[in-house]
C-alpha cells in the first residue's frame, strides 16, 4: 500500500464549479498534512495546512479525519488558473526529524 | 518567489560524467532538502540535512553525494550516472525539522542522463 494514496485524475470541471480531492495515508503516527499545489514543470509550493477542525481559506477548503486517515480538499467556484497538480503530504516526525511523504498528485483542468 | 534558488536549471550528462547541482537558500533556514521527482512517481525525498549534518539518508545509491558546507548551501555531486536518473531533482529548506515547519522549495534541476 502506498503510504500517501491520491486518485490521479485527471479532473475536467467548467469554471465555476466545486471539486473535491481525497487523499489516504498509511502511517497512525504522522502528525500533520498539508496540501501543495504543483503547476507543470515548476516547483510545488504550499496552498495550505490541514488541521484536525478543518481549516478554510478562500475558496480553499481543507478537513482531516485522523479516525479514517483522510484529507480532503475542497475548491469551490474554479478558476482557470486553478489548474494544476495537488499534492497530499503528510509529515511524520521520527528521529531523522521532519519527513514529508508526498502523494502522487491530482490533475486539475479547468475549462472555459 | 520561494528565496530558494538551484543550478543549473537544466543538465544533459551522460553516464561517465561527473556534475554537480547546487541549492541556495535565502531564508536563514536550517534545514534543506534534496528530493527526486521521476515522470508519473511521487516526489521522493533523498537527503536531509538539519544545521549542516546529514540526518538522513533515504537509500539513495552511492552515485549521488549531497554535501553541505553551511547552512545557506547544499549540492548533490553526481558521477555514473544512469538513464533512469533523469528526473527533476528539487531542493528545499525549512525553519526547523519539526512538523509544522514548511519547506519551500527550489525551481528544480531538470536532469537527463544520456
Known amino acids: 500500500r502506498k503510504e500517501v494514496e491520491q486518485d490521479p485524475g485527471p479532473f475536467n470541471v467548467p469554471e465555476g464549479a466545486t471539486v473535491a480531492f481525497n487523499c489516504t495515508y498509511s502511517?497512525?503516527?504522522?502528525?500533520?498534512f498539508f496540501w501543495y499545489r504543483q503547476d507543470c514543470r515548476k516547483e510545488p509550493k504550499l496552498l495550505m495546512s490541514?488541521?484536525?477542525s478543518g481549516n478554510e481559506d478562500g475558496r480553499f477548503t481543507a478537513q482531516l479525519n485522523r479516525a479514517s486517515q483522510y484529507i480532503s480538499l475542497l475548491i469551490r467556484d474554479s478558476k482557470l488558473s486553478d489548474s494544476a497538480t495537488y499534492l497530499c503530504?503528510?509529515?511524520?516526525?521520527?528521529?531523522?526529524?521532519?519527513?514529508?511523504?508526498f502523494g502522487g498528485g491530482t490533475r486539475l483542468m479547468v475549462k472555459p | 518567489e520561494t528565496g530558494v534558488t538551484q543550478t543549473p536549471r537544466h543538465l544533459v550528462m551522460g553516464m561517465t560524467n561527473k556534475k554537480s547541482l547546487k541549492c541556495e537558500q535565502h531564508?536563514?533556514?536550517?534545514?534543506m532538502y534534496w528530493y527526486k521527482q521521476s515522470a508519473k512517481k511521487p516526489l521522493e525525498l533523498m537527503f536531509v540535512?538539519?544545521?549542516?549534518?546529514?540526518?538522513e539518508n533515504n537509500s539513495v545509491p552511492s552515485r549521488f553525494s549531497p554535501e553541505c558546507p553551511n547552512s545557506s548551501h547544499l549540492f548533490l555531486h553526481l558521477h555514473t550516472l544512469q538513464p533512469e536518473d533523469s528526473a527533476l531533482y528539487l531542493c528545499?529548506?525549512?525553519?526547523?525539522?519539526?512538523?509544522?515547519?514548511?519547506?519551500?522549495f527550489g525551481p528544480g534541476t531538470r536532469l537527463t542522463v544520456t
Open positions: 540535512y538539519s544545521l549542516e549534518e546529514r540526518v
Open positions: 502511517n497512525s503516527a504522522s502528525q500533520s
Open positions: 531564508l536563514g533556514h536550517n534545514a
Open positions: 503530504v503528510v509529515n511524520t516526525f521520527n528521529n531523522a526529524g521532519n519527513m514529508l511523504t
Open positions: 528545499a529548506s525549512s525553519q526547523g525539522t519539526g512538523t509544522s515547519y514548511e519547506q519551500y
Open positions: 490541514v488541521y484536525s
